[in-house]
């Protein structure tokens, strides 16, 4: 399940934090930590990062443009990635530079239904093993 979303831009501006379960922090915080690190791992190795692990959670990063899409997920969660990718796919094209409530309320809504639909077919998938 997705915990939060977050929409940082390369220059670390949070564009928006989009709260769906439990984990929460300071967003002006979060973006300045992600530009950071993105930052550094280029001059390392010439690459974004994709993934990261903090505690209990682990955060999977993507770029569309110039914006990062950052999953949340519970550190088990074994469907992270895709859930990334997938709400990656279906929100791309619809951000800019300019974030307004209805990109937001799209971006939940997404969000939500890839979680909720990862969740039941991974309970399908277990029952029938």
């Given amino acids: 399940m997705i915990q939060s979303v977050y929409l940082v831009n390369d220059a670390g501006e949070t564009l928006a934090a989009i709260p769906i379960g439990d984990f929460q922090i300071d967003e002006a915080l979060f973006g300045g930590f992600l530009s950071a690190i993105q930052m550094y791992s280029k001059r390392i190795s010439g690459k974004d990062i994709k993934?990261?692990?903090?505690?209990?959670?682990?955060?999977?990063?993507?770029?569309?443009d110039r914006i990062f899409i950052v999953t949340i997920h519970d550190l088990k969660d074994k469907n992270a990635a895709a859930l990334n990718t997938e709400l990656s796919k279906l929100v791309e094209g619809t951000l800019g530079d300019i974030i307004t409530d209805e990109t937001i309320e799209l971006v939940k809504e997404t969000a939500t239904k890839v979680s909720t639909s990862a969740g039941r077919a991974t309970d399908w998938a277990s029952k029938m093993l």
Avoid: F
Avoid at 51 to 64: G, P, V
């Fill in 51 to 64: 993934e990261l692990t903090l505690e209990n959670y682990r955060l999977i990063i993507s770029k569309l």
